[in-house]
């Protein structure tokens, strides 16, 4: 019998959710391109519940233990003694969210003597040590596509807020006042700009298409190139390189993951090849960029703007620097943890975990690691060397 560790974030201050702003969550069976939205053989949730927090459990309590499994649930993943440690040195299988990640670093894996399968309820499988996840036979597997729409609208959103500086005027309306010169003395249309993204993946491409309506010139860089029909469609300029690309744009988006090829890769000098006042949204991973080259150029003007979800560590210090610098539109680790996200990737989990139980191949799109090296998915989109 397994035993499954399971780190989600903690409950909502007020306690798990008894009631909901909605009723319903619309149903999505396949993804743009055709792939096939988690097939599970059953849930035990209802969709559009809360199911990434600790109570939630992520509908799997009541499939594992008729099994005969044992699940444990924890949110503390950090500090010495801390339960996520105390807890995985005999768990089979590890379920993380990029939210809240448990980091699986290499020295926690060689720790971890049963552990086999480590599954993240999401994407972006950066916080294992893949490399010693390879070594210690660990297969790693991720929900692809299962929030990559939630994040791509999330750049939208976060793209037009930066452009048009819609959070200084929100809070003048929450503070009582009216000083229109104020508001508007840093806001600008979108239409007519240039937008580039770094990686037209999944992620990158469904933001170019919703993009593409706002009139906008689309650029985007890729170790792969697109289909020239693509390409057509959207009026896309190539670029070979990030180097290469963020000169000709007014807004960046950064949608590659993390591994050594993307590590770093916005430090002080590719920054400075931007157009002054460009907005740079990073929802991909943080350590993408160098955290006080960033800080710098907003404080020069360089940066007009900054905004993203995701951060070093997480969940991130109070006195982060990124919570204080000029000029940015950054939340929390949210954008692909909305309630129909999670829906989608606590199917995928469960999924996953069907497959690994019963002995049947995971999905290959789902697969990170596995086989003695990088698989399915991961062989595509990630390079050997991803440290935890
Ligand atoms: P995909 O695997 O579909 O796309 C990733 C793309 O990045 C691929 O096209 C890949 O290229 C490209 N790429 C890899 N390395 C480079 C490089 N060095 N330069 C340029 N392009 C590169 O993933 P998604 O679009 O679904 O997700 C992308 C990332 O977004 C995830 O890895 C994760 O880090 C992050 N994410 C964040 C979330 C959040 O909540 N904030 C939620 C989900 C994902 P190719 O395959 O052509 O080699």
Same mark, same amino acid.
């Given at each position: 019998?397994?035993?499954?560790?399971?780190?989600?974030?903690?409950?909502?201050?007020?306690?798990?959710?008894?009631?909901?702003?909605?009723?319903?969550?619309? $149903?999505?069976?396949?993804?743009?391109?055709?792939?096939?939205?988690?097939?599970?053989?059953?849930?035990?949730?209802?969709? =559009?519940?809360?199911?990434?927090?600790?109570?939630?459990?992520?509908?799997?309590?009541?499939?594992?233990?008729? $099994? =005969? *499994?044992?699940?444990?649930?924890?949110?503390?993943?950090?500090?010495?003694?801390?339960?996520?440690?105390?807890?995985?040195?005999?768990?089979?299988?590890?379920?993380?969210?990029?939210?809240?990640?448990?980091?699986?670093?290499?020295?926690?894996?060689?720790?971890?003597?049963?552990?086999?399968?480590?599954?993240?309820?999401?994407?972006?499988?950066?916080?294992?040590?893949?490399?010693?996840?390879?070594?210690?036979?660990? !297969?790693?597997?991720?929900?692809?596509?299962?929030?990559?729409?939630?994040?791509?609208?999330?750049?939208?959103?976060?793209?037009?807020?930066?452009?048009?500086?819609?959070?200084?005027?929100? $809070?003048?309306?929450?503070?009582?006042?009216?000083?229109?010169?104020?508001?508007?003395? #840093?806001?600008?249309?979108?239409?007519? +700009? *240039?937008?580039?993204?770094?990686?037209?993946?999944?992620?990158?491409?469904?933001?170019?298409?919703?993009?593409?309506?706002?009139?906008?010139?689309?650029?985007?860089?890729?170790?792969? $190139?697109?289909?020239? /029909?693509?390409?057509?469609?959207?009026?896309?300029?190539?670029?070979?390189?990030?180097?290469? +690309?963020?000169?000709?744009?007014?807004?960046?988006?950064?949608?590659?993951?993390?591994?050594?090829?993307?590590?770093?890769?916005?430090?002080?000098?590719?920054?400075?090849?931007?157009?002054? =006042?460009?907005?740079?949204?990073?929802?991909?991973?943080?350590?993408?960029?160098?955290?006080?080259?960033?800080? #710098?150029?907003?404080?020069?003007?360089?940066?007009?703007?900054?905004?993203?979800?995701?951060?070093?560590?997480?969940?991130?210090?109070?006195?982060?620097?990124?919570?204080?610098?000029?000029?940015?539109?950054?939340?929390?680790?949210?954008?692909?943890?909305?309630?129909?996200?999670?829906?989608?990737?606590?199917?995928? !989990?469960?999924?996953?975990? /069907?497959?690994?139980?019963?002995?049947?191949?995971?999905?290959? /799109?789902?697969?990170?690691?596995?086989?003695?090296?990088?698989?399915?998915?991961?062989?595509?989109?990630?390079?050997?060397?991803?440290?935890?």
């Amino acid at each position: 019998m397994a035993k499954v560790l399971c780190v989600l974030y903690d409950d909502p201050k007020g306690g798990h959710p008894t009631s909901y702003a909605r009723d319903t969550v619309p $149903r999505i069976d396949r993804y743009p391109g055709g792939q096939l939205a988690p097939t599970p053989h059953g849930t035990d949730f209802t969709p =559009g519940h809360l199911l990434g927090s600790v109570s939630g459990e992520l509908g799997l309590r009541a499939f594992l233990e008729s $099994r =005969g *499994h044992t699940l444990v649930v924890t949110s503390d993943k950090d500090g010495a003694g801390c339960a996520f440690d105390r807890e995985l040195v005999d768990a089979d299988v590890v379920i993380s969210q990029p939210f809240w990640p448990a980091y699986l670093t290499a020295e926690r894996i060689a720790a971890a003597k049963n552990l086999k399968l480590a599954i993240t309820a999401g994407i972006g499988s950066d916080h294992v040590d893949l490399d010693a996840a390879i070594t210690h036979g660990v !297969t790693v597997a991720e929900v692809t596509y299962s929030n990559s729409i939630s994040v791509a609208e999330h750049i939208v959103m976060m793209t037009l807020a930066l452009v048009r500086d819609y959070l200084p005027a929100h $809070r003048t309306a929450l503070d009582g006042g009216w000083d229109i010169a104020d508001c508007v003395a #840093r806001s600008y249309d979108l239409e007519g +700009m *240039h937008v580039g993204t770094v990686a037209a993946g999944r992620i990158g491409l469904a933001v170019l298409r919703r993009l593409a309506p706002f009139d906008v010139t689309l650029h985007y860089t890729d170790r792969h $190139r697109l289909p020239a /029909e693509t390409e057509k469609e959207l009026g896309l300029v190539f670029h070979p390189t990030t180097a290469d +690309m963020v000169p000709h744009c007014d807004v960046v988006t950064i949608n590659a993951p993390l591994h050594p090829e993307t590590e770093g890769l916005f430090n002080d000098e590719l920054l400075a090849l931007m157009r002054r =006042g460009a907005y740079l949204i990073n929802t991909a991973r943080a350590r993408i960029v160098d955290r006080q080259a960033v800080v #710098r150029a907003l404080e020069t003007g360089q940066l007009a703007g900054y905004a993203g979800d995701v951060w070093y560590p997480q969940p991130a210090p109070a006195d982060h620097p990124w919570r204080t610098m000029p000029h940015h539109g950054m939340t929390p680790h949210i954008s692909g943890s909305t309630l129909s996200a999670q829906t989608r990737y606590a199917a995928g !989990t469960r999924e996953i975990l /069907e497959s690994w139980l019963d002995g049947t191949p995971i999905r290959d /799109e789902y697969l990170i690691a596995g086989h003695g090296g990088l698989a399915g998915a991961g062989a595509h989109s990630y390079a050997i060397g991803t440290k935890a």
